[in-house]
């Protein structure tokens, strides 16, 4: 990380953030019980190589707004009306705090914003099946794929 700082030396003080836990990497059925029971995913990526994070398109495909710093894809995948997207050279925790505080004090925001991450997810998962079958249609020369 570019702080310098690993996961492990971080887990330590989380025990002092109330409500805060460190999950790790969660799959199957634990990362649906995960995505049931959040209402914003915040990803505060330093990672200087990240693509897109798969766990954003999971985010909002169940309709979760996403907060995360600007690295690689992702501001191609959060939009404003999703979400909202950090300058990686900016701190983190005061943005995201402000836009926690806006859906919180405004749940039609929040709800509108819930509806935008779903309806991006559909529309990205759309135009990407598209796209692979013309792909594919061009590999094999078949028209009909």
């Known amino acids: 990380m570019a702080d310098g700082f690993t996961v492990i030396s971080w887990i330590p003080h989380l025990k002092n953030l109330h409500g805060a836990r460190y999950l790790g990497p969660v799959y199957g059925t634990d990362k649906e019980d995960f995505l ?11 990672y200087k190589n990240e693509t897109e994070a798969k766990v954003n398109h999971e985010a909002m495909s ?5 907060i995360a710093y600007g690295r690689g894809c992702i501001p191609e995948i959060v939009g404003p009306d999703c979400g909202m997207v950090i300058d990686p050279t900016e701190p983190f925790v005061p943005a995201a705090l402000a836009q926690i ?45």
Request: proline share 5%; net charge negative.
């Open 101 to 145: 505080k806006i859906w919180l004090n405004d749940p039609t925001a929040f709800e509108a914003a819930s509806r935008a991450a779903a309806q991006r997810f559909a529309e990205t998962s759309a135009q990407n099946e598209r796209r692979w079958q013309m792909l594919l249609s061009d590999l094999t020369g078949n028209s009909e794929i």
């Open 36 to 46: 049931s029971g959040i209402d914003v995913l915040v990803f505060p990526t330093r």
């Open 62 to 66: 169940h309709g979760i707004p996403v």
